[in-house]
């Protein structure tokens, strides 16, 4: 079992609609839950990261953890099409430095004008 | 501020051909890492440093190379290039402890074909 599991979708939703993108994990030792967002042909880049279970919010974006489920979420609202982007969650046991990481395979996210 | 910086972008190699592909960040960094990215199988740790002087395998090593003379650079070597190892490549930094820790920042990517 992969330690970290993610829909590769990919997942196709009008603008305007509310987006649900999820992550399940597999060892209860991680600690930070972390969303990268990808476009085509560039380098990941950090959107959010959460500390433990609870919401995250920034803007049209929510960051979800349940620890107890081992599930992760993140939310976006009233989607525009420059959300289209591949999106990555990625978990850590502690924090600091990159070789911890761990990273789902990434959900392809498209934005329907 | 560059950021993180990787070169070349785009690469042709022949198998058995060897290549380094460069990178370097302004940031200070302790922690510099690569990763490959190939469909289906989302980004993979190569190898990482958490410091100059200081290298460790990663998840999949095997045909790579890495040296840290500086904490600005973390070139990473392939030593007999195989089409196994067509790829994009990035490059990733950030600091090595607390709350910025988190903040990973990656390069653009190379992206590295063998036939």
């Known amino acids: 079992q992969k330690e970290v599991e993610q829909d590769p979708g990919p997942l196709s939703v009008p603008e305007g609609a509310i987006v649900s993108l999820n992550c399940t994990y597999s060892?209860?030792?991680?600690?930070?839950f972390m969303w990268y967002r990808q476009y085509s042909r560039k380098g990941p880049e950090l959107l959010m990261y959460t500390y433990s279970s609870g919401n995250k919010e920034d803007g049209r974006f929510t960051a979800q953890v349940d620890k107890s489920s081992k599930y992760i979420s993140l939310f976006i609202r009233d989607s525009q099409p420059s959300d289209s982007a591949t999106y990555l969650c990625?978990?850590?046991?502690?924090?600091?430095?990159?070789?911890?990481?761990?990273f789902g395979k990434g959900t392809h996210l498209i934005i329907q004008p | 501020n560059a950021g993180v910086t990787q070169t070349p972008k785009f690469q042709v190699l022949k198998t058995g051909q060897s290549m380094t592909l460069q990178c370097a960040q302004d940031m200070n960094h302790e922690y510099m890492s690569w990763y490959r990215q190939d469909p289906g199988m989302g980004l993979r740790l190569i190898h990482y440093?958490?410091?100059?002087?200081?290298?460790d395998q990663g998840e999949v090593p095997n045909g790579y190379n890495v040296s840290r003379s500086t904490t600005e650079d973390f070139p990473l070597r392939l030593l007999s290039a195989a089409p196994s190892q067509t790829s994009v490549y990035f490059c990733?930094?950030?600091?090595?402890?607390?709350?910025?820790?988190?903040?990973?920042?990656f390069g653009e990517g190379s992206w590295l074909t063998v036939v």
């Open positions: 440093s958490v410091g100059a002087g200081i290298t």
């Open positions: 990733a930094s950030s600091y090595s402890q607390g709350i910025d820790g988190n903040t990973i920042y």
């Open positions: 060892n209860s030792a991680f600690q930070y």
């Open positions: 990625a978990i850590r046991p502690s924090g600091g430095g990159a070789d911890g990481l761990t």
